[in-house]
């Protein structure tokens, strides 16, 4: 997994509450057998105005002007800001691969969905819940340029040009896992002789719930 | 010191802490299917591991799976791509061991349906699936929850989940059900309470005597839509209705085995004094048939009210929520829920394609027949099983007279990954479970409502309330 320490970059506002996952990457896009690939179609449904097929390049797609993702200024963010719930609906890792390849890594909102807020951890891009006041704050700033620099380490954001700092909190345990950048399976694998041992026990327990 | 439901299933699967302070939760039962494992596979592949427990897993293919042209066998799916997917599964079991449930086994189904049915959910089980919907098992009292393919591949190789606990939220439901009202109508209604991050960070356990006097099918209905209101796993309680549900399907423990587990499965309830971090109380007399008139699933009605007014509600990012809903869906504020005219019916999806939903909304049809306006009705079992039950039973032949396409099992129109699809602009009545935009394909227009509903529906061509219907 790609680590995360800091990122220095711009914002980009979605100004909606509850975005779900099959906004962020629709169904027909779920049938490739890859993890990458997904970028192209990213809300894909918001950033084109005509309904898209897996292979096709956006080249081939007729843009939607007015969605703020195709608009000039936001071309190239970084970090994407955005309101309660985002990420609700299915639990489709393929949303998190299509922010990851687009170019976000990071995402700001008052509140994430679960699963999704897990599976962001899972491949090095980081949501960050901030009150909602300071999420309306960014929302007011946005459209003049909003650089941010984000400190993991630290638990900051500092918006750039302003001495602003908002700090945030985040699992201690998934922090270090996102600034090691280590892979995830061997960290557990190097516990098997305590799952082996929980799992003899289990079994004695409960045998009916192996069937070998 | 006194726990609730979900404390004791976790403390029964706590495994111990990593190193880095993540604590790991041991994995029971891992559902497989088409769509969210291939790169789990391919990942286990890449670093030479092999599946912890191969037992552990079972598969079907359910999502891509087309619902016509089934004796085909993968001949059927006419899409490269799904085919490639669908392709892949049966692959990665053949080469993995991992027992699978192919295209062309009466058993396939989607996979929500499946784990009951066979009795591969056991009451006190931990499950995972990359599918939002697993928390459908917490009906038996086994903690279900839907994770990412990188958690898929995880506890593949090391049958544990990497997850600090959530929190408890006991929702309270006193009274009865009047007729006509379901499980489906009840999870709405919850759902439109609490929205649709109500019970984030929790692990809803429904109780109270309505839960107590559902059947196991409306407790999988009410606990698959615990996703839609946040929580990750709902649960309920064991009781006779669980053990007997339980009792005699393929996979579930026989002999002393059997005895031994029921002795278990009967503390599987929370202690009388357990402390919840949040409750939900609600009289189940008081809801009405629920329609859906948004694109969330919180943006509900009861089918006797208006679809609300923006400007009438207080909440600024609400308000412009139910805008941009109304828009997408073409839908006035203050329109009569009963005038919002169908172009779709679907029955099916892993919330309501069990063989007693498909009882209730063949008993509505009584003699009815489809309304012109309807250009489909789809009916999609929830397994190749249910489809034979129904059959057996004459509900395919009520359906089928009444003007529904029978269809074979799969997710089918609820996610329009297979060729079920609404066209654009066009108002689907569906059983299923999320209303998002183009969910059910390209600008299509999701209603949820119940089995009945929909059924009634159909046949009027609008919503009408299926209590005074027919």
């Not at chain 1, 711009?10 to 509850?18: H, I, K, S, Y």
């Not at chain 1, 687009?102 to 949501?127: E, T």
Request: overall charge negative; glycine content about 8%.
């Amino acid at each position: 997994m790609q680590a995360f320490t800091t990122l220095e970059g711009f914002a980009a506002p979605l100004d909606r509450a509850n975005v779900d996952t099959d906004q962020i990457i629709p169904k027909q896009y779920l049938k490739s057998i890859k993890r990458t690939g997904f970028g192209d179609y990213l809300f894909d449904a918001w950033r084109f105005t005509d309904p898209g097929r897996m292979g096709m390049t956006p080249n081939e797609r007729s843009l939607n002007r007015e969605f703020v993702l195709n608009q000039p200024e936001y071309q190239g963010a970084s970090v994407l800001l955005a309101r309660d719930n985002f990420g609700c609906g299915s639990s489709r890792e393929h949303a998190v691969w299509a922010l990851q390849e687009y170019g976000f890594r990071a995402v700001i909102a008052p509140s994430f969905a679960d699963i999704f807020f897990g599976n962001c951890f899972k491949n090095g891009v980081l949501p960050i819940a901030l009150d909602a006041a300071i999420v309306d704050e960014l929302f007011s700033q946005v459209a003049d340029g909003l650089e941010l620099c984000i400190d993991l380490a630290a638990q900051t954001v500092t918006v750039l040009g302003s001495e602003k700092v908002f700090e945030f909190t985040v699992d201690p345990a998934l922090k270090q896992k996102m600034l090691s950048g280590m892979d995830d399976i061997d960290l557990t694998l190097a516990e098997s002789a305590l799952i082996e041992h929980f799992e003899t026990g289990h079994r004695e327990r409960q045998p009916w719930l192996f069937r070998d | 010191m006194a726990q609730t439901l979900y404390d004791k299933i976790w403390q029964a699967h706590y495994v111990g802490q990593r190193a880095d302070g993540n604590s790991l939760l041991y994995i029971d039962l891992q559902l497989l299917h088409e769509v969210t494992s291939p790169q789990a596979f391919e990942g286990l592949q890449l670093a030479r591991r092999p599946l912890w427990r191969v037992n552990a897993n079972l598969a079907t293919p359910d999502h891509n799976v087309p619902t016509t042209d089934r004796d085909k066998g993968f001949s059927g799916i006419t899409d490269e791509i799904a085919l490639e997917q669908v392709l892949t599964l049966d692959e990665n079991c053949k080469k993995f061991g991992v027992e699978q449930f192919e295209i062309n086994d009466p058993r396939q189904g989607i996979v929500h349906v499946v784990g009951p049915e066979q009795g591969a959910t056991l009451p006190g089980m931990t499950i995972v699936c990359g599918d939002s919907h697993t928390s459908t098992h917490g009906a038996l009292a086994a903690l279900a929850q839907g994770i990412g393919t990188s958690e898929v591949e995880h506890v593949m190789a090391t049958q544990c989940l990497v997850q600090n606990k959530a929190k408890n939220f006991a929702i309270n439901v006193s009274g009865r059900l009047v007729p006509g009202v379901t499980a489906k109508d009840l999870v709405l209604a919850i759902i439109g309470l609490l929205g649709t991050a109500g019970a984030t960070g929790h692990t809803i356990e429904y109780r109270g005597e309505a839960i107590r006097a559902l059947s196991m099918e409306a407790r999988m209905t009410l606990c698959n839509m615990a996703i839609e209101a946040g929580a990750r796993a709902g649960l309920v309680a064991v009781d006779d209705t669980t053990i007997d549900y339980v009792a005699g399907r393929p996979f579930a423990p026989k002999g002393d085995q059997w005895d031994r587990a029921v002795a278990y499965w009967r503390t599987l309830v929370s202690d009388e004094d357990a402390v919840f971090d949040q409750t939900l109380d609600l009289d189940a007399s008081q809801i009405a048939p629920q329609v859906t008139w948004g694109t969330s699933p919180e943006m509900v009605s009861g089918v006797d009210q208006q679809v609300p007014d923006p400007d009438a509600m207080s909440d600024a990012v609400q308000a412009e929520s139910a805008r941009l809903a109304l828009d997408y869906m073409d839908l006035q504020p203050k329109q009569a829920i009963t005038d919002i005219k169908l172009d779709r019916i679907f029955i099916g999806s892993c919330t309501n394609a069990r063989i007693e939903d498909l009882r209730s909304a063949a008993a509505v049809i009584r003699g009815g027949h489809v309304a012109d306006n309807i250009k489909q009705a789809l009916v999609v079992p929830g397994s190749g099983l249910v489809k034979a039950q129904a059959e057996k039973e004459g509900l395919a032949q009520i359906f089928m007279d009444a003007g529904f396409e029978w269809r074979a099992a799969g997710c089918s129109m609820c996610l329009g990954m297979n060729p079920d699809q609404l066209g654009e602009g066009e108002h689907c009545a569906s059983t299923s479970n999320r209303n998002f935009e183009g969910r059910q394909g390209y600008g299509g227009r999701t209603h949820l409502v119940s089995p009945a509903m929909a059924a009634a529906a159909a046949v009027a061509g609008h919503f009408v309330d299926v209590r005074e219907f027919g």
